[in-house]
């Protein structure tokens, strides 16, 4: 018995510590859903003004009548309310609420015929409706079932016309049948409204979508949300692949982000995996290497990279002196992000190659040395992008081939350092200025954003801001599809 309880131990740890954590979290809070609650009762109101009603015929007594064109012309939410449902998803709930309504008759008694309009009102209607969530098999966040109960206490009915008031014993025998067929279209108005239109607003939430010509980014859910009273917490993949090799990936041996506070809208926290992932992908997708020759070679430099190589290049072969001289960089290795609570860095690794280049013929190389950077990382959010903005902070150099050449390359440390935060940083800043998108869906965007830095991750406290209406939004979802389907 006991060992058996030890396996089951063992069997727990190592599942346990094979889970993957999260490169990227986001959390939305009490705040962020009391800015949704506007956006959903409206939304909820017009798709409960649109329903529909089958048309209504039969006889009571003497009378013969016919209901149709049912409108509903009003629908007033004295209470309505949007929460959370630990453990399910969101709650929206209406209470002691009324709806207008208006229909045709057609009304043959004995040998009269009557034609006119019905004013009427449901009163007391509550509905009860609660949104699953999940994952899908994709990864995406959707709305999987909906739970609702509605009801409608009671319901008032005015004739208008010529025999308005001898019709109006038909009232208690109509309004019976009424109140039981708009109930029954309550619920699947708003099973449409989650389960078909809210969903295909969830679509527009990238999942695994490509950032540039070199990578993708995978934002996939890894557990179906976890739902509590105060917040809806979501665990995405949050890694960079490099789109000619999606497989070789960087394992996430990060620290899970930790959101603990609840004050503003909406929280998303990124660990030093989700950068590194990206850097790596960017590393192995080849595009930390530049040549530096001809035009693009400061003079400066170049003077004073022909003047320290000036012996190697009389011992080697004089005629190289006037050639044009290049500094080729290469990083031997994916550049590592560090992230403390007093900012984040990255430190980059490469290979400097000093080389002759004679016309007509390969180039001659003089030397390669090791450089040795750290820059700092400013994170900022705009909209939904994440943009990182580098300053150059550490610069050494040293030789791959002797102690004595590196004493000679102690010269050429401050140039190349003010030639890397010159040239080379405007060129990275202004690559990565453009951000990536984070998974929010089209037409939410983060506003108001603070940036937290913890050690091994950061957290981004922000507001949400609605640049479309719910109803807007769906509809371009809608519009797209279409015109992606011609």
């Known amino acids: 018995m006991a060992s058996c309880t030890v396996s089951i131990l063992f069997l727990l740890i190592v599942a346990m510590s094979a889970a993957e954590p999260p490169g990227c979290k986001i959390r939305i809070t009490n705040r962020g859903l009391e800015m949704l609650k506007y956006e959903t009762q409206k939304f909820v109101v017009e798709e409960l003004s649109n329903i529909t009603m089958p048309e209504m015929k039969g006889n009571e007594g003497r009378f013969e009548y016919t209901i149709n064109e049912v409108k509903i012309n009003e629908l007033n939410l004295t209470y309505a309310d949007l929460a959370f449902q630990p453990g399910l998803g969101l709650l929206f709930e209406v209470q002691n609420s009324s709806i207008a309504l208006s229909f045709q008759r057609r009304i043959l008694y004995w040998f009269f015929y009557d034609t006119g309009a019905i004013n009427a009102s449901a009163e007391g209607v509550n509905i009860h409706t609660v949104l699953h969530m999940t994952k899908d098999e994709l990864g995406r966040l959707k709305i999987s079932n909906i739970t609702c109960d509605a009801s409608i206490g009671k319901m008032k009915m005015k004739f208008t016309g010529t025999l308005g008031r001898v019709y109006d014993f038909l009232a208690t025998f109509l309004t019976t049948g009424m109140r039981f067929l708009l109930n029954q279209q309550i619920c699947p108005a708003m099973n449409h409204a989650g389960l078909v239109l809210i969903n295909s607003l969830l679509e527009t939430i990238p999942v695994r979508t490509e950032v540039d010509k070199y990578v993708g980014i ?130 980059v690794t490469a290979i400097a190659t000093v080389m002759v280049l004679p016309p007509g013929t390969a180039p001659v190389q003089l030397s390669s040395m090791t450089m040795e950077a750290k820059f700092n990382a400013k994170v900022s959010m705009k909209g939904k992008r994440l943009a990182v903005l580098a300053d150059l902070r550490r610069f050494k150099i040293f030789s791959n081939q002797s102690a004595l050449e590196s004493l000679a390359l102690i010269p050429l440390q401050g140039p190349l350092k003010t030639m890397l935060q010159i040239s080379i940083v405007p060129i990275i800043n202004n690559w990565t200025k453009r951000g990536v998108s984070i998974p929010l869906a089209d037409g939410l965007d983060f506003v108001e954003e603070v940036v937290e830095y913890h050690n091994g991750y950061l957290i981004i406290g922000a507001n949400l801001h609605f640049s479309k209406g719910l109803r807007e939004m769906i509809e371009r979802k809608i519009q797209t599809d279409a015109e992606n389907a011609i």
């Open 218 to 347: 995978d934002y996939s859910l890894l557990s179906d949300p976890v739902v509590t009273s105060r917040s809806l917490d979501m665990d995405f993949r949050g890694m960079f692949f490099e789109l000619g090799n999606e497989n070789n990936t960087l394992v996430n041996y990060a620290v899970n982000p930790i959101v603990r506070e609840y004050d503003r809208m909406v929280y998303l926290g990124l660990s030093e995996y989700f950068f590194d992932s990206g850097l790596y992908s960017y590393y192995k997708a080849g595009i930390f290497q530049m040549n530096i020759a001809n035009e693009r070679m400061p003079k400066d430099l170049e003077m004073l990279l022909r003047t320290t190589y000036f012996g190697t290049i009389m011992m080697m072969n004089p005629a190289l002196v006037e050639y044009p001289i290049s500094l080729r960089l290469e990083l031997n290795s994916a550049p590592k992000t560090t992230i403390k609570t007093s900012g984040a860095t990255v430190a």
